[in-house]
């Protein structure tokens, strides 16, 4: 919420709310690269919760005018196990502060927007696992997780200072490791290759979605399930702040065809 409220600040500062149409808004999620199902859905959200805050000044929300996308997923982006290595490699070395909450999106499957608001508080180090209060997932209910246990060799080497970072700062961080490794980063990367590579390793997907705070294993068995060799799922879960390096520079593993959704 805070990032769409910026953007949208930062674009259309000095107009008046007033004299924002429905279609400018939509010009302006397509032209900012928000046009995949999902994301356009959630900026239209944001941005018409906006409006409704000041439904007294702004009687016409116009949102109301941009027909919300059909939430298909054409294909699941993952990154490769090498991919995956060489970001943390980058980021070890130029952003120490953005291990903790990068690492429990990659290898624990958390979502960007619980991910940039857990605290180091919410984490049991002597028993190895995450409380997750409600205020902080999509699902709004309270959760416990077990992560994978590459997870806590990545919290021991973060630098501490990362749990102060807002949610903004965090995202700013992440975009920049991104573009420093070099690394693609499709939609929702992390969340789906950790799925995807928690499946293939551990081949159960009850354990999976039990990481992920999902209700049952529908999603799992409609998108992830068979979409990766068992191989590629233990490189995956193997990279550490010791093997990192060396992953990252393995030829990739052959992988299967993409799954369609």
Not at 15 to 38: A, N
């Amino acid at each position: 919420k805070i990032q769409k409220v910026e953007a949208l600040t930062k674009k259309f500062g000095k107009t008046r709310m007033t004299d924002l149409t429905g279609e400018t808004l939509e010009k302006w999620f397509i032209s900012s690269g928000h046009e995949t199902p999902g994301t356009f859905n959630s900026w239209r959200k944001e941005v018409r919760c906006l409006y409704e805050r000041f439904r007294k000044q702004v009687r016409q929300n116009p949102c109301d005018d941009i027909k919300v996308k059909a939430d298909v997923i054409d294909h699941v982006g993952i990154l490769t196990p090498q991919e995956t290595a060489k970001l943390f490699a980058y980021t070890l070395e130029h952003r120490k502060d953005l291990l903790a909450r990068l690492a429990l999106e990659c290898f624990a499957g958390l979502r960007f927007s619980s991910a940039c608001r857990v605290e180091k508080a919410d984490i049991n180090f002597v028993e190895r696992g995450l409380t997750l209060p409600a205020a902080k997932l999509k699902t709004k209910r309270r959760h416990y997780i077990e992560p994978p246990a590459q997870v806590w060799e990545w919290l021991a080497v973060a630098d501490d200072a990362g749990w102060a970072l807002s949610p903004s700062q965090y995202m700013h961080g992440k975009e920049e490791v991104f573009k420093g490794s070099g690394v693609p980063h499709p939609h929702n990367c992390a969340r789906h290759s950790f799925c995807t590579y928690d499946i293939a390793a551990n081949k159960d997907p009850g354990l999976t979605a039990t990481r992920l705070c999902h209700r049952n294993q529908a999603m799992l068995w409609a998108h992830y399930c068979g979409t990766s060799t068992q191989a590629a799922g233990q490189l995956s879960q193997s990279i550490t702040p010791e093997t990192v390096r060396s992953i990252a520079m393995l030829e990739p593993l052959p992988q299967l065809a993409e799954k369609a959704s």
